[in-house]
């Protein structure tokens, strides 16, 4: 319920503060070149709070807070004194109309760009493109990439976090090519160049992860902590508890929640020898996953576990702050 708030309130401002950006753009182009405003108005319906201005414009907060409008003087909308028809809207040149209609959307475009720029001057923290498990049988495999590889350009363009990443593949999507992709071993510090073979490979055909189809899997870094056990399930019958750490599965190691989810994929019906760590002490106990049927229709095996909350590890976290010229071409570029 608490994370529903948060993010009912954080929609909300993000819609109040993006309307009164685009209708400042409207109100500010209308008044420099001569329409009267009578209205300036944040949100629909009942108004909460209102004051006018010495030019006689009405400012509105309104109750429904999902879009704005600002009403400048029209004799499509209502009688207009004789003495003003030269500030009504509809009596203004096609092309001074034009450009009130425009100054909305352009005004936008322009707070992105100065939002971004403010973040990329400020600092951008993400997460260092570290290659975890690649599947023998992915593209990216074929290319030569393998886990613990840190990808540091695609198409030769520096890529400093996976969002880098997946934006220069988005710029690829639908050209069937190969492109190069450099990376650094992170244990050899070698750096290397592979061709990526994009042939058959389109975002809209992999729209929910494409990093993941392409083989490009993030390292985890997250250990398999049992935050909570959910009621009647393999897991809560087996007797884990929180704060457990799960070390193995039929012997083999786990050593991230990733692995331990891929290990579990196609488990369900079997039981599985499963080694805890508990207060320092090393466990076993046996849990048969049950299936269980995802959305997209996927099936996978599933014992009912919550994972605690953990702290990405801050040695794979990189913050880069850029100069302001920098920036500021990130920022066009972004917003394009």
Not at 105 to 117: D, G, K, R, T
Not at 143 to 157: F, K, P, Y
Request: charged share 15%.
């Amino acid at each position: 319920m608490t994370a529903f708030l948060y993010s009912l309130i954080g929609f909300v401002v993000a819609i109040g503060l993006l309307t009164a950006i685009h209708e400042y753009g409207h109100f500010w182009v209308a008044r420099r070149l001569g329409v009267k405003v009578l209205r300036f108005s944040i949100g629909f319906g009942k108004k909460i709070y209102s004051w006018h201005d010495k030019s006689g414009t009405e400012y509105a907060i309104c109750a429904i807070p999902l879009g704005g409008y600002v009403k400048m003087l029209d004799q499509n909308e209502g009688i207009v004194a004789p003495s003003e028809l030269h500030r009504a809207f509809n009596n203004k040149p096609v092309w001074i109309r034009m450009l009130i209609i425009a100054a909305g959307p352009i005004c936008n475009m322009l707070f992105a760009v100065l939002a971004y720029w403010l973040i990329f001057v400020w600092g951008v923290a993400g997460v260092v493109p570290i290659l975890g498990d690649v599947p023998p049988s992915s593209v990216a495999y074929a290319a030569g990439l393998r886990s613990g590889q840190e990808i540091t350009a695609v198409d030769n363009r520096a890529t400093t976090s996976w969002e880098d990443i997946v934006l220069e593949l988005m710029r690829h999507s639908d050209e069937h090519d190969y492109i190069p992709i450099t990376t650094l071993d992170t244990t050899s510090k070698t750096s290397a160049t592979h061709r990526l073979n994009l042939q058959n490979w389109s975002i809209d055909n992999n729209a929910n992860d494409f990093l993941s189809e392409l083989g490009l899997v993030p390292l985890d870094p997250l250990l398999p902590i049992v935050g909570s056990t959910v009621a009647y399930y393999p897991a809560q019958q087996a007797g884990l508890q929180a704060g457990d750490l799960i070390k193995a599965i039929n012997g083999e190691p786990v050593n991230s929640i990733s692995q331990l989810l891929h290990t579990l994929h196609d488990k369900y019906g079997q039981e599985l020898n499963v080694q805890i760590s508990r207060n320092g002490k090393d466990l076993t106990t046996q849990i048969m996953p049950v299936k269980k049927v995802h959305e997209n229709g996927d099936v996978s095996g599933f014992i009912g576990v919550q994972f605690a909350p953990q702290k990405w590890p801050d040695k794979y976290i990189r913050i880069h702050r850029y100069s302001p010229l920098v920036a500021l071409d990130m920022a066009l570029d972004r917003t394009k």
